[in-house]
């Protein structure tokens, strides 16, 4: 099978046949991203789901907000969902844009080091609040 092949199968497989068409390219550029930190196609789909799902951010700009929110989830050491929640919080709730929600958050991580705290328990405590 084909690496083209294989890509439309995984996407079609978790979108269904309306991601493969309207939104297969961005979907595989988004995967290449996430490859290229280190993540997987599920590592990607999760942060998208997070945004699109819980905060009601358009699928195609989700798209495109999980490039930067899995560069976030690497350089705080937390998942791609959790990167993808607190983003989204911090947008619908703080009015941030994606890109002060993640500046916010790496300053809260380099907050949490000097109070030594660990950031993760922050940013899981935090991602928790968000279903409560």
Same mark, same amino acid.
């Given at each position: ?13 978790k ?21 290229a ?18 905060? +009601?951010?358009?699928? =195609?700009? @989700?798209?495109?907000?999980? $490039? ?8 705080? &050491? *937390? #998942? ?13 709730m703080? +009015?941030?844009?994606? =890109?002060? @929600?993640?500046?916010?958050? $790496? ?8 109070? &030594? *705290? #660990? ?6 405590d ?7």
């Amino acid at each position: 099978m084909s690496a083209v092949a294989e890509l439309t199968d995984e996407v079609g497989n978790k979108f269904g046949a309306i991601g493969v068409t309207e939104f297969g390219s961005d979907l595989i550029s988004a995967k290449a991203s996430a490859v290229a930190l280190g993540y997987s196609f599920d590592d990607m789909t999760s942060s998208v789901s997070s945004l699109s799902d819980n905060f +009601g951010i358009a699928f =195609g700009a @989700a798209i495109e907000m999980s $490039k930067s929110t899995m560069d976030t989830a690497r350089a705080l &050491g *937390i #998942s791609t969902e959790h990167a993808g929640t607190l983003t989204g919080m911090l947008m619908t709730m703080g +009015g941030h844009s994606a =890109g002060s @929600a993640q500046n916010i958050l $790496k300053q809260a991580n380099q907050l949490s080091k000097i109070a &030594g *705290i #660990s950031p993760n328990i922050i940013f899981e405590d935090m991602a928790g609040s968000t279903e409560e």
